[in-house]
């Protein structure tokens, strides 16, 4: 259990650190000490309360009207304060929270898309799921679990030291019954309900993403599932997915609202009775007032409920520590520098990759990411400027996996990649990424800067035979799912598009033309042509010999030729 705490606080603080010990940390500090003084004043005026409440108890006893309405009186305003100081406190805990939530939101979606690390979670992590959930909603979680995990603590040491005199000027015996009941009370929730539920929380919250993700790339691939009519293999699949969400929740369910609720329930009403058992001799006796019953169960519950906070708040502790594992688990694997994922005594080989203004492969020997198969081997070639190559072969035979090589995505293998640096070749995907936002930013895509006019926008579609685009949609400034109102066809023009506005030296087309016809596909390449853009294509259509200087073809994994076309 001491190294399960260990781990556990080793996990929170490295995830808490970056914000506190971060460029926010002066602000992020002014803020927490101002609820650390809300909580101080706070405490000073419940212990007042208190106070005020058993003399409101003895005035009655008593029969004394004048000290019953000015004790009234008095706990009307002392409320009214205790109304102020609360709302401020909420006020400024969520502001925090957003405010931490801000900058750790950038911060994991930095190092998400530095050196494209989701390619390498997507592509090789299946173990760190749903990265989107854990940016999403586990940060959210934490930056508000830490500052109830904290405040809630410091709360209870503040009414702890407040009301712990009270109650031992009152009765010392009370005191310690109290200590003895919320520390059993607190050892039985962690030990007996603990480690279970947190291991069925972790578990709920990947069975429900997955369950999602389900639901989602049937929503994306609608179409291909309509063409197979493939509804009821899908069926099964969302159906299963939905059952391990139920079969694990069943199990919180028997666990958390059967047994610990119902340990809870009990825990919580007995302390209502122990204050007057234990009092109440001592009243009969004349020894005490009977308003100090009233102070007493007052201080004793206050001492109870800032004392047995675990157990209380043991539901909302046990999805923070959930989101504090999901969270350091996405980060842990953010800060490694190297993430390539290797495996066996071939570990250490990998691609070396050169800049230079030509693109050409010495020696290469190319394995799929976990080497598991080899691809091509000892293939050399060299393209010169202005020139394109095509590269042909079977399908699976790795044509499109020497396009990943080339883009850094792929390292595993050996010999020499020498190519230009990537923000100065343009990657044409079969199936173009069509982003979310205006045409007009579909049409810049990947430059994030907007310095073309509508007046060249309209050119550029004129020239990828795109004319009406802008006037049939409204404009350049409309949004709409443009993978969905476009075919792909459209989606390809749009990608030449993209082409003639980011004007690169160097191009790589991976079946970037499968889905237009001889015309269009002619004038994608002869503007590459006329340009004299190096680029290496990857295609099928006899059509394409035309337009490529040179001919890599690849027969199988250590058989490959080159040829000029």
């Known amino acids: 259990m001491n190294k399960l705490n260990r781990t556990f606080f080793h996990k929170f603080w490295a995830i808490s650190q970056l914000y506190l010990c971060g460029n926010e940390k002066w602000g992020a500090l002014s803020l927490l000490l101002s609820l650390i003084a809300i909580n101080l004043v706070a405490t000073h005026v419940n212990v007042i309360s208190n106070t005020q409440q058993g003399n409101v108890i003895s005035a009655l006893a008593a029969k004394d009207g004048d000290k019953f309405w000015a004790t009234t009186w008095n706990l009307f305003g ?3 304060i205790l109304v102020i100081i609360w709302a401020a406190y909420n006020y400024i805990r969520k502001k925090l929270t957003l405010y931490w939530r801000r900058w750790l939101t950038n911060y994991f979606l930095s190092k998400y898309f530095r050196n494209r690390a989701f390619y390498e979670l997507s592509q090789y992590q299946s173990e760190i799921d749903n990265p989107d959930q854990r ?50 009370g607190t050892l039985i929730t962690t030990w007996l309900f603990g480690r279970k539920l947190v291991q069925l929380n972790f578990e709920q919250e990947k069975k429900e993403a997955n369950f999602r993700f389900g639901l989602l790339r049937l929503r994306e691939n609608a179409e ?16 299963y997915l939905f059952n391990q969400v139920f079969i694990n929740y069943k199990k919180i369910l028997f666990w958390q609202e059967l047994f610990l609720n119902a340990f809870v329930r009990l825990y919580q009403y007995i302390p209502w009775i122990i204050p007057a058992v234990i009092i109440a001799p001592i009243i009969f006796a004349g020894e005490l007032e009977v308003g100090k019953l009233a102070e007493s169960q007052g201080a004793f519950n206050q001492l109870f409920n800032a004392m047995y906070v675990i157990v209380r708040t043991f539901h909302e502790l ?14 842990n694997f953010l800060q490694q520098s190297n993430r390539g994922i290797t495996t066996g005594s071939i570990q250490d080989t990998t691609i070396n990759t050169l ?33 394109g190559m095509l590269i ?13 090589a080339i883009a850094g995505l792929w390292n595993s293998g050996s010999g020499t990649i020498i190519r230009p640096r990537l923000d100065e070749i343009l990657f044409l995907p079969q199936r173009p990424y069509m982003v979310l936002g205006t045409l007009r930013k579909q049409l810049v895509y990947p430059l994030s800067q907007d310095t073309i006019s509508e007046e060249e926008l309209h050119k550029v579609l004129q020239q990828v035979n795109l004319p009406d685009l802008a006037l049939r949609f409204g404009g350049f400034d409309v949004e709409k799912d443009w993978a969905d109102v476009l075919s792909l066809g459209e989606q390809q023009r749009v990608a030449f598009a993209r082409l003639l506005i980011y004007k690169p030296k160097y191009a790589i087309l991976d079946e ?20 004299r853009t190096t680029f290496i294509s990857v295609g099928h259509r006899p059509t394409l010999l035309q337009y490529h200087n040179l001919i890599l073809e690849i027969l199988d994994a250590e058989n490959w030729q080159i040829r000029k076309s």
């Not at 190319?366 to 060299?382: A, E, G, H, M, W």
Request: charge should be negative; include cysteine.
């Open 78 to 80: 002392l409320y009214l």
């Open 135 to 184: 940016i999403s909603e586990d940060i959210n979680k934490f930056a508000d679990g830490f500052l109830s995990f904290f405040f809630d603590m410091l709360y209870t040491c503040l009414q702890v030291i407040a009301f712990s005199t009270v109650l031992w000027g009152i009765s010392p015996t009370l005191m310690i019954v109290l200590l003895i009941y919320v520390g059993s």
């Open 224 to 239: 291909s599932v309509a063409f197979y009519r493939g509804e009821a293999q899908e069926l099964n699949q969302v159906k």
């Open 318 to 331: 046990v999805g923070f520590a959930v989101g504090i594992e999901r969270l350091y688990e996405f980060y």
């Open 355 to 387: 800049e230079d203004s030509c693109f050409a492969f010495q020696n290469l020997k190319l394995y799929t990411p976990k080497y598991q198969r080899i691809l091509l081997q000892d293939v050399s070639v060299n393209l010169q400027t202005g020139q």
């Open 392 to 404: 042909i072969g079977t399908s699976g035979c790795g044509k499109s996996s020497l396009l990943r």
């Open 512 to 531: 970037a033309t499968s889905a237009l016809d001889i015309k269009n596909e002619e004038n994608v390449y002869q503007h590459l042509l006329n340009t």
